[in-house]
């Protein structure tokens, strides 16, 4: 697999990674062809998971990896806007008030 990776051009890393999906025995999403509303949804989230999350992290290991992404992922999803929403969160965190005063039986 890393013999095809050697060159910088994207098409070497297509092939690497498809190399990679099988060797894991991971399948793709499937876009059907002339789509645009599919690439586009797409291409919005991975410019802004670049912009907001890949070009602001610097990730030491695996379990690094997972708890920014986590975390980066609870705020996306419980408190960014999302324009096609509103300018809501797809998922708000609700907050209950609880009564001040204990109950005493």
Same mark, same amino acid.
């Given at each position: 697999?890393?013999? !095809?990776? #050697? =060159?910088? =051009?994207?098409?070497?890393?297509? &092939?690497?990674?498809?190399?990679?999906?099988?060797?894991?025995?991971?399948?793709? @999403?499937?876009?059907?062809?002339?789509?645009?509303?599919? $690439?586009?949804? #797409?291409?919005?989230?991975?410019?802004?998971?670049?912009?907001?999350?890949?070009?602001?992290?610097?990730?030491?290991?695996?379990?690094?990896? /997972?708890? &920014? &992404?986590?975390?980066?992922? !609870?705020?996306?999803? $419980?408190? !960014?806007?999302?324009?096609?929403? =509103?300018? !809501?969160?797809? @998922?708000?965190? $609700?907050?209950?008030?609880?009564? /001040?005063?204990?109950?005493?039986?």
């Amino acid at each position: 697999m890393m013999d !095809r990776a #050697c =060159g910088y =051009g994207p098409e070497f890393v297509s &092939l690497a990674v498809q190399d990679w999906i099988k060797a894991v025995g991971a399948k793709t @999403a499937y876009i059907e062809p002339g789509s645009p509303w599919e $690439t586009g949804y #797409c291409e919005s989230f991975n410019a802004r998971f670049r912009d907001e999350f890949l070009n602001g992290e610097i990730v030491y290991g695996l379990r690094d990896a /997972q708890i &920014l &992404l986590e975390a980066w992922k !609870r705020q996306d999803t $419980t408190k !960014r806007p999302h324009s096609p929403l =509103g300018d !809501r969160p797809p @998922a708000p965190e $609700t907050i209950v008030q609880m009564d /001040q005063k204990p109950i005493i039986h």
